[in-house]
């Protein structure tokens, strides 16, 4: 990418931000769905080409789902990518706790770490403190009003969406109450015995970076496959989650999206836009240039169903603004 470098070191100029790296990504085939995902900044120049082989050869090890050449799942690689990380930093942590003790009879031995008494909560790595966040399930029982709560974790949001939406509506569709009846009734504990109930997921904490999934790709019954939904769907800049347990709003900022280019799930290309010193990227495998934030609005999706623009926001990452934090 020696002129395209080249280039984009010339539009920054005196901008280009000091300690900074922009490489492009080298595609093996058909590994832009992990070029979309991943940055690598480790080098000596500002900007240039980086063939990540040995790192897509030990994915391919590791995962068999990843060794195929037809098209894959940014978002599936993106979730294997964090939960592989998770474990990795978890067994590194549980390593350098265990060669500081030493076992003992009443010490128990508790996925590789040791443990004196009652296992304690789940280690906090980065990817946790960053990525995670926690949802509460909430059913209230229409005969007693008796609500029961359960949390769950989690890395990323998936996101039904629908035609001429936003980001905000999915998240209130996401959150709105369904009522379980019929067949679907809920057994109250209570009660002893089945009945009506309104159900309904919130977020219970907010993670520090918020990934949120668009769930563009839809099993169609009648044609038994899979079809790819270009529905337009806004994403901001800026973003309020409201309705959070712990806090009344939590404000985040868009600094990464992550773009699916073509008509259908079984064929097309990755590329990404990401937000660097107030300046946007668009990282396509080996080239990168820069953008102006005008053009993020250009990947909400079609108004129509068969477009020529066949480029949509796939992935979006936002980070929390400090102001709005708690901690």
């Known amino acids: 990418m020696g002129a395209a470098g080249s280039k984009l070191e010339k539009a920054l100029g005196d901008q280009f931000p000091e300690g900074e790296r922009y490489f492009g990504l080298e595609n093996f085939g058909n ?57 990795i930093l978890e067994k590194e942590v549980c390593v350098a706790k265990s060669d500081q003790q030493t076992s003992s009879p009443s010490e128990m031995v508790i996925n590789g770490c040791i443990s004196k008494g009652p296992q304690k909560e789940p280690l906090v790595t980065l990817v946790h403190k960053n990525f995670q966040g926690i949802l509460t399930n909430e059913t209230r029982c229409l ?38 009846n019929a067949e679907d009734k809920f057994f109250c504990d209570k009660c002893c015995s089945l009945q009506e109930a309104q159900k309904r997921m919130k977020i219970k904490r907010p993670p520090h ?3 949120i999934h668009l769930k563009r790709f839809k099993y169609i019954e009648q044609l038994n496959r899979h079809k790819k939904l270009s529905y337009r769907v806004v994403f901001p800049l800026e973003l309020k989650l409201s309705n959070t347990v712990e806090d009344a709003d939590a404000e985040y900022s868009l600094f990464a999206v992550v773009v699916h280019v073509g008509s259908g799930p079984n064929h097309g290309h990755y590329v990404s836009l990401v937000k660097s010193h107030n300046h946007w ?35 979006l990452f936002y980070e929390r603004l400090v102001a709005s934090s708690t901690s």
């Open 143 to 180: 005969c007693c009003e008796t609500v029961t709560a359960r949390d769950e974790t989690f890395l990323d949001l998936s996101l039904d969406i629908e035609q001429n939406s936003s980001i905000t509506s999915c998240l209130k569709n996401f959150s709105s109450t369904e009522t379980l």
């Open 281 to 315: 990227l668009f990282f396509d495998d080996e080239n990168v240039e820069m953008i102006d934030e005008s053009m993020i609005q250009t990947f909400f999706g079609s108004t129509q169903e068969y477009s020529s623009n066949t480029d949509h926001g796939y992935i």
């Open 209 to 211: 970076v918020l990934v």
């Open 31 to 87: 590994t832009c769905y992990c070029n979309s995902v991943l940055q690598i900044s480790s080098q000596k120049k500002k900007t240039g080409v980086i063939p990540p082989k040995r790192f897509v050869q030990r994915l391919k090890r590791q995962n068999e789902v990843f060794r195929s050449f037809m098209h894959q799942d940014a978002h599936e690689f993106l979730n294997y990518l964090l939960n592989e990380l998770a474990d």
